[in-house]
């Protein structure tokens, strides 16, 4: 949904290729939860890598308000003093939370576990998002949160009790809903346990082991006891996979493009999008895997390929989320029918990613055919045209990576919100070549 208060388009040459070694913007996933848990832990902790995007920095300044002392990120550098589990304090104001699914999502767990009232607000795009996927397990723990009619924020979190544990199957593949469970289990009695129908992203898991918490996992399912406590740590975020996307689409279509995407986020449960596009045909090869505090990290190495049409694997659906509307990009250039099922959670992302995708290509010349669950796209000639974005800033970024195939210029509407995710985007892009400007 668009963010009218400040316009800003893309404006795109058709043309040109991918070259260089980059550092993508830090991983929001891992960023927020960097905050969340330094915050309730004993003791400082030091972040680096940290991603200064509106959604992370919407995160730290609703600690702040809480009474945690939290230095300026600079560089990505951030220093947060830990309150301990019960050292939050009650805010005075309603947390605005702009446009940060993962921020409402992860703080309603936590904070309804605290014995204070608190409000969770958004934009307009976070204000129609779908909360009764955390509000529905929290009411089971014995939380009280209001919400609109229709299950939309505001989130207002009464004053409550102590929150029972409970033992909860998510009824959709989410990290977020997974997360906020196992937040409020942190504040619950006994032991909070949560199954998922398939693997989602796994970082609040290994963040708490590297705090010190002890989670157990078995198979689908994670397991941790409430009462516990958080000690502070030293956290280096990788760049993030789901930033480093673009360029890895861009440099696979654009022939010529050969780039080296350093320190990036090599997770099991997010590289869906790896293995998507080696399928398709990509040239990608990761060098100097390593793991850093408990992620595995590595550089991306794509080169340009001619890719072909795929089924794409239902399974992969969840390790990919984030990638598809730059995937979608790929399908166009790629020879063939590519076909997503399985995939209806992308309708009630930052926007309705399916529908949003299946305008933009239409304008651009591309045939594709929307289904209930995904799409169909038939690969073909990208051309120029005016594309809109919705404010969505994952759809922004991967009509800037079409352009490279395009036939004519490319304008794309309503992108202030890629500075939720990756505020140096435009200038990382065009040092790697592509011809962006911002008007
Ligand atoms: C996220 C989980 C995903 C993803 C979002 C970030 C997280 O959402 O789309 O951008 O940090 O846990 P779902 O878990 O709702 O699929």
Known sequence: MSNDSNPVQFELTPGGHLNGQLRVAGDKSISHRAIMLSAI????????GFLEGEDTLATLAAF????????????????????????????????????????????????????FAVTLTGDKSLSTRPMRRVTDPLALMGATIDSTETGTPPLCIQTGSQLNSIAYTLPMASAQVKSCVLLAGLYAKGETCVTEPAPTRDHTERMLQGFGYQVQREGSRVCLQGGGRLSGMDIDVPADISSATFFMVGAAIASGSDVSLEHVGINPTRTGVIEILRLMGADISLHNER???????????????????????????????????????????????TVLTGAEELRVKESDRIAVMADGLTVLGIDCQVT???????????????VNSHGDHRIAMSFAMAALRAKAPIKILDCANVATSFPDFVTLAKTAGLGIQIS
Not at 318 to 332: H, R, V
Request: hydrophobic content about 40%.
């Open 64 to 115: 702040r308000t809480m009474g945690v002392n939290i230095s300026d990120p600079k560089d990505g550098k951030v220093t947060v003093q830990g309150v301990g589990m019960h050292g939050l304090q009650a805010p005075d104001t309603a947390l605005d939370l702009g446009n940060s699914g993962t921020s409402m999502r992860l703080l309603s767990g936590l904070l309804a576990g605290q014995d």
């Open 41 to 48: 832990a004993e003791g400082e902790s030091n972040i680096t």
């Open 291 to 337: 793991e850093v505090g408990g992620e595995p990290v590595a550089d991306i190495q794509v080169r340009a390929s001619q890719l072909r049409g795929i089924q794409i694997p239902e399974a992969q659906v969840p390790l990919a989320i984030d990638e598809f509307p730059a995937i979608f990009i790929a399908a166009a250039c790629a020879e063939g029918e």
């Open 372 to 386: 209930d669950d995904g799409i169909i796209i038939q690969g073909g000639q990208l051309q120029g045209g005016t």
